[in-house]
């Protein structure tokens, strides 16, 4: 039995497709905070439990009977490391043999304000005593192209300078996760994920223009007027303030890895930035 949890989320809703086409549905476990926002699944014959990243006791109960867990982030920055606590410890008092946790690319060294929390993860893991997997997942593609027809009408607009990006497709890493759990002798393991081809926000600026048809350029800007273009945009201040601080860190490497421990994983090459643009587009 396989659980995952935030299974109703883009990420989480993507290893359970993934894992159908490897395993019975019935072999699948989606622990969700409200069972009907995933009856779809359901209505394939995957097992829907509730679950909170709050409330350890929810936890515990979803995972009776289970044999791996695939513990994907909260999405809650400043409570991951609560939540993510709460999943360790019902793991442990549930038995299971082996929990996944979605990571952040090269965790240990990254600048990354996004990535203390997944450090303080990785920690508890590593004192918790149960068996672990680490999928430090690199930059999704669709961190930009959701912002494609913004880009169409102003250009592309960051502060990662000339910053190389080794993004993936969320869908890459949904498969990877996939093919990690149905694979035996995980524990103790430590992949660095992240899309084969990186490339600049110039280059990416260029993809776009050759997708289009219409020419997009790249505006490097400081990095506290790109955290003001994001909460014109509508993102909240301190979350718009942790990707500016991402993009300046990416201009020094920090989203950049040549690991091909993803493409080896899903036995395939990682989706172009250009098909992730054609999708978004």
């Avoid at 994907?72 to 082996?98: C, D, F, M, P």
Wanted: glycine share 8%.
């Amino acid at each position: 039995m396989i659980l995952v949890t935030g299974a109703s989320g883009q990420l989480g809703r993507l290893v359970i497709a993934s894992l159908l086409e490897k395993t019975a549905a019935s072999n699948i476990i989606a622990a969700v905070r409200n069972p009907e926002k995933v009856a779809d699944l359901a209505e394939k014959g995957v097992q829907v439990r509730q679950a909170d990243y709050t409330d350890q006791n929810s936890l515990v109960a979803a995972m009776q009977g289970v044999e791996k867990v695939l513990l994907i982030s909260s999405s809650e920055v400043g409570q991951r490391t609560a939540q993510h606590s709460n999943v360790i410890h019902a793991a442990k008092q549930a038995g299971v043999s082996l929990l996944a946790y979605t990571s952040i690319l090269n965790a240990e060294s990254s600048p990354l304000i996004l990535a203390q929390e997944h450090v303080a993860t990785e920690n508890l893991l590593a004192e918790s005593g149960v068996p672990y997997v680490l999928l430090r997942n690199g930059w999704y593609s669709e961190n930009y192209t959701m912002g494609v027809a913004g880009a169409l009408e102003h250009g592309v607009v960051g502060c990662a300078e000339d910053g190389k990006l080794s993004t993936a497709a969320r869908a890459d890493y949904a498969a990877a996760a996939a093919a990690v759990l149905v694979k035996d002798g995980q524990a103790g393991k430590v992949y660095e994920l992240a899309g084969d081809n990186a490339f600049t926000l110039s280059e990416y600026a260029a993809a776009i223009s050759k997708v289009s048809g219409k020419t997009v350029a790249y505006q490097n800007v400081p990095e506290a007027e790109f955290t003001k273009i994001l909460v014109g945009a509508g993102l909240p201040e301190g979350f718009a303030a942790i990707l500016a601080d991402s993009e300046v860190d990416a201009s020094q490497g920090a989203l950049f890895s040549d690991s091909k421990d993803l493409s080896t994983l899903i036995g395939r090459p990682t989706t172009q930035i250009e098909d992730s643009i054609k999708a978004a587009l």
